[in-house]
């Protein structure tokens, strides 16, 4: 299994409502990331987790929390959010985050998001 | 810090013709070099990569990349483009010092023409 799911597809929420995004791995990889990717520009990396622990957060706005339950789960939790955080949330997963290891990343579909 | 640049933003081509889009990549030290593609609707998937080794690499849909270190790019080719190949193409960059982070650039639109 070299997949990695992501669910909802799509999800419209307002502002003051609390919401969360689930990826889910079966390839064994110890870290997974969160990114955010807006219409025609690059994802950009929000969080990642090594071996379940959040090891980088890129000044992510607090309204998002990420959570990793185990080594195969990762979540987003929403709340609060703005119009402008309308975009694509991708998850990705990896072998490691060693530099030694060849880190390659796998995405998922993403989830879309439109916050009203 | 690490940049990745795609300097063509939207490349229009007809079928058969040849591809090459360029990517500069801004770090000394030793990288990883990745090419995703992300056709309309879908999620981004890798077409290859470079760790190690032989330079040229090959990926799938009959896409490779050449890693010219001196020049700090890693330009991706296909001698022979099809209207399926109507995507958008990121250059990817993982320092392996900072080895959580792929750095991705700006992204090119490639239309093909029927």
């Known amino acids: 299994d070299t997949e990695v799911t992501q669910t909802p597809k799509h999800l419209v929420m307002g502002m003051t409502n609390k919401k969360s995004l689930k990826c889910e791995q079966h390839?064994?990889?110890?870290?997974m990331y969160w990114y955010k990717q807006k219409a025609k520009k690059p994802p950009e990396l929000m969080f990642v987790?090594?071996?379940?622990?959040?090891?980088i957060n890129e000044s992510v706005p607090s309204r998002f929390s990420p959570e990793c339950p185990n080594s195969s789960l990762l979540n987003l939790h929403l709340h609060a959010l703005q119009p402008e955080d309308s975009a694509l949330y991708l998850c990705?997963?990896?072998?490691?985050?060693?530099?030694?290891?060849?880190?390659?990343?796998?995405f998922g579909p993403g989830t879309r998001l439109t916050v009203l | 810090a690490q940049s990745v640049s795609q300097h063509n933003h939207h490349v229009i081509l007809s079928e058969a013709a040849s591809l090459e889009l360029g990517c500069n990549y801004s770090?000394?030290?030793?990288?990883?070099l990745f090419w995703y593609v992300q056709y309309p609707g879908q999620h981004l998937q890798l077409l290859l990569k470079?760790?190690?080794?032989?330079?040229l690499v090959k990926g799938i849909k009959g896409f490779e990349a050449e890693f010219i270190k001196s020049k700090f790019s890693f330009n991706l080719r296909k001698p022979s483009v099809q209207w399926s190949d109507t995507a958008e193409y990121f250059c990817?960059?993982?320092?392996?010092?900072?080895?959580?982070?792929?750095?991705f650039g700006s992204g090119t639109r490639l239309s093909i023409r029927p």
């Open positions: 390839m064994g990889h110890r870290a």
């Open positions: 987790y090594s071996y379940e622990k959040l090891s």
């Open positions: 470079y760790f190690s080794g032989d330079p």
């Open positions: 990817a960059v993982n320092a392996l010092r900072s080895a959580s982070k792929i750095i």
């Open positions: 770090y000394g030290g030793t990288v990883n």
């Open positions: 990705a997963s990896s072998q490691g985050t060693s530099g030694n290891l060849y880190n390659e990343q796998f």
